[in-house]
């Protein structure tokens, strides 16, 4: 093993355990990847960026316009809901139509794509049929998928195989040379899953799930039943003057404000800042119970032993200063101070970005690498921090900086627990006291003793003192939320305002939709939108409380709640997929002729030989912009940019491992473990490799990466690689097993109620017989052929 052959091999084996551990961005690490190479000597800087004027990148992110050129001319449209109508109303024969449907619309079009407009359209079909959807939206996926193996521009591996064929000088694959085979597996995977693997997949009642998104039952799905009631601000009331923001009824008690009525006047869903006014009436969803239990904190008393009990806390604490190191697992993400608690023993006190110091509303804050964190910890706690690799560069704080910085001792006060308060007995975990309002429990002092840092299921006990970091002007809005007056006959006013005005809708996020990612509080629902977020669907369970703590991920299904015109209106909007019916929806179709004969332009040229797929793809997508099937702006949106930085990214690396010898060094060990059986062991080990390798590495990375090994491995063999090259690209693109694999599975799972553990029922089984057919369909359709 040569230098450069170790050189290589090791920026492959770390770019695969960065590809598992998560920690960076797939795209990032590509390009990480491409540095290296250059650091390295590997490969030269032209031909480090080639891999972004390579025909196959151009070729992909074409495809990526003309797929969504024909989404917004309405032919996939038609063809969904006109192909969906022949499914009847049984479940084996819906899922026929659906796989089927969704694989031949993902012979030319984006396979996420696919998913993401017939999800729903299969979710209306199963609400009319009260067919679980969950026996339905996995086919969905599997049928893209399928689908997207039965052309060469079917899917991105499919168009880097035949260019790394192109590039060794080998004959490239034709538009239609995937087509026996894919097809073939299309049916053979239809089949299966229609007979048997939807046996397996949950099943709710009927009932349950195609009723769950109606504006009726959307309320009993989320857990929202029963939570309609009427408020009223007293004329004298601490919160007059305040804005509904300030007030903390939604973020605190954790209420929505669905409409405020004043003399005589309704307004639906009011802004955040609008100012609350003596007599007002609120007509609120949410918790009764735990809003009274809320209102009990309003029993505390200030206290002034502050400086005494931080002289005591003095000699027990230390504060340290630390800084989110670059790759953190807390980069990106909403503080939670309880989970923070937990993780790591200490409390966060401030957080500092350059010469920003924050002291209050810390939960609000994305993290980012740099930030320093002011925290609270014993010192054993703050050694251990010191040594974590979570954050660089520790440092204990004196009292001084303390003061002069932070100016810590300006949010921090004591507060009493009445002799016969209701409290007793509660704890912090209970409530939402402490996160509403951001206070951090510091110590509590009860019969002579200090518990520094105590837990947040420490029981409270009458005649307690607390010490605690926030603001004293925050216990004032509590004893204001306290004054609230709670009409209780007036459940039926605020059920028909609701059912009138106001009604509830289920969307999920676009796969290219620029929500993921984002924390919730940033997006501010109700100013932006108009609407309020009401709950959210994830991993089979709903979420309905700390929502503004939350980071918005693919696959969330999102209840919202707001006025009618609103909801018709997200219908429009690019970020959203609405899963509840809102009226019949009419698509512009004028185009979808020329978008269909630009489309077969494209294939024709492309079959004729006229021109080659990058540039036939390349000019159809600019005739679909001179004939306004989309806009340009909409092409750039329609581009999935992180899978082309990942591709060109990764090529350099495919350049390096056969300029070097690292692929001819790894097909020679295939060769000595497998050669001996037969070419065709070969083959069968390289598909079970990049199966494999397929549930930590993206398929467009993967195919890269093993096109150089199969090129090499075929040509020790003595057989033209197109064999082998044609396995590996089913074995690439054949992602059933878990939902990280592709985006596509991500997408269903939050409407289809699925867990991890419902991809691998189906997935595996189906990976198998996939495996088992290419082998047994190959020498049939593409049969070894002596090397030339």
Not at 43 to 64: C, D, K, L, R
Not at 97 to 125: E, H, K
Not at 610 to 634: D, F, K, N
């Amino acid at each position: 093993m040569t230098v450069d052959i170790a050189l290589v091999l090791g920026i492959l084996v770390l770019s695969i355990v960065l590809f598992i551990s998560a920690k960076i961005r797939m795209d990032v690490i590509a390009l990480m990847v491409l540095g290296s190479l250059v650091v390295t000597g590997l490969v030269t800087p032209p031909q480090a960026v080639a891999g972004f004027s390579n025909g196959a990148v151009i070729a992909v992110w074409a495809m990526f316009i003309l797929s969504n050129a024909l989404t917004r001319a309405g032919i996939a449209n038609i063809i969904g809901h006109s192909v969906l109508r022949l499914a009847g109303r049984q479940e084996g024969r819906m899922v026929v139509v659906i796989m089927i449907t969704a694989g031949i619309m993902s012979f030319f079009m984006n396979n996420i794509g696919v998913a993401a407009l017939m999800l729903p359209v299969v979710v209306d079909v199963a609400r009319r049929t009260r067919v679980p959807v969950s026996r339905l939206l996995i086919p969905l996926t599997y049928g893209t998928l399928l689908g997207g193996l039965t052309t060469l521009v079917g899917t991105p591996p499919n168009l880097l195989i035949s260019n790394a064929l192109a590039t060794a000088g080998f004959t490239p694959f034709g538009i239609f040379d995937f087509t026996p085979l894919g097809a073939m597996l299309l049916l053979i995977g239809t089949v299966f899953v229609a007979l048997l693997g939807r046996h397996v997949l949950p099943r709710k009642k009927p009932e349950e799930q195609t009723q769950r998104r109606s504006q009726r039952n959307l309320r009993m799905q989320y857990g929202l039943q029963a939570r309609n009631f009427e408020m009223r601000v007293a004329h004298d009331s601490i919160l007059v003057g305040k804005s509904l923001a300030q007030s903390r009824i939604g973020s605190a008690a954790g209420l929505i404000v669905m409409a405020l009525e004043r003399r005589g006047r309704t307004e639906l869903m009011p802004s955040k800042q609008t100012v609350l006014q003596g007599g007002d009436r609120l007509f609120v969803q949410g918790r009764l119970d735990r809003f009274h239990e809320f209102q009990r904190w309003s029993e505390l008393v200030i206290e002034r032993e502050a400086p005494v009990l931080q002289g005591l806390m003095a000699g027990q604490v230390a504060f340290v200063e630390v800084t989110v190191a670059e790759g953190s697992t807390l980069e990106g993400s909403l503080l939670h101070h309880s989970d923070f608690r937990k993780r790591y023993g200490a409390n966060v006190l401030a957080i500092r970005r350059g010469d920003l110091v924050r002291r209050v509303n810390l939960a609000y804050v994305p993290l980012k690498a740099g930030d320093v964190l002011l925290l609270q910890a014993s010192s054993e706690t703050a050694a251990e921090l010191e040594r974590s690799t979570e954050f660089g560069s520790p440092r204990r704080v004196g009292e001084r900086e303390l003061s002069e910085i932070y100016r810590l001792q300006e949010r921090i006060f004591v507060v009493r627990v009445p002799r016969e308060s209701q409290l007793a007995g509660g704890t912090l975990s209970r409530s939402r006291f402490a996160d509403a309002f951001d206070f951090r429990l510091l110590a509590l002092f009860r019969e002579g003793e200090l518990t520094i840092m105590p837990e947040a299921d420490q029981s409270l006990q009458g005649g307690d003192l607390l010490l605690i970091q926030g603001r004293e002007e925050d216990l004032d809005v509590l004893r204001g939320l306290q004054e609230l007056e709670v009409e209780r006959d007036s459940q039926t006013n605020v059920n028909a305002l609701e059912s009138e005005r106001l009604g509830m809708v289920e969307a999920t996020l676009d796969p290219r939709s620029r929500l993921v990612g984002q924390p919730v509080t940033e997006l501010s629902f109700r100013e932006k939108y108009g609407l309020e977020l009401a709950a959210v669907w994830r991993k089979g369970e709903a979420i309905r409380t700390n929502l503004d703590q939350l980071v918005l991920q693919l696959g969330d299904a999102l209840l919202l709640l707001g006025p009618r015109e609103k909801l018709q209106l997200l219908e429009r909007d690019q970020d959203f997929l609405l899963l509840t019916p809102l009226g019949q929806r009419t698509i512009d179709t004028s185009k979808a002729p020329v978008a269909g004969a630009i489309m077969a332009g494209v294939v024709v040229a492309t079959l004729l030989g006229w021109l080659p797929i990058y540039m036939s793809a390349l000019i159809g997508a600019t005739l679909m912009v001179l004939t306004r099937c989309l806009t340009m702006e909409e092409a750039y949106r329609a581009i999935e940019w992180r899978a082309i930085f990942l591709i060109a990214g990764m090529l350099p690396l495919g350049t390096a491992m056969e300029d070097s010898g690292a692929a001819r060094y790894l097909a020679e060990q295939t060769m000595n473990l497998l050669g001996p059986f037969g070419p065709w062991w070969v083959i069968g080990g390289l598909y079970i490799v990049t199966t494999l390798a397929n549930f930590v590495i993206p398929a467009a990375a993967l195919v890269v990466l093993m096109s150089p090994i199969v090129l090499t491995a075929s040509v020790d063999l003595g057989f033209e690689p197109q064999t082998a090259m044609m396995a590996v690209a089913m074995a690439a693109s054949a992602s059933f097993s878990s939902p990280i694999s592709h985006p596509a599975h991500v997408l269903v799972m939050g409407p289809g109620g699925y867990r991890f553990a419902d991809y691998l029922k189906v997935g595996l089984p189906l990976s198998a017989l996939i495996f088992v057919s290419v082998m047994l369909l190959l020498p049939v359709f593409w049969p070894l052929t002596p090397l030339k």
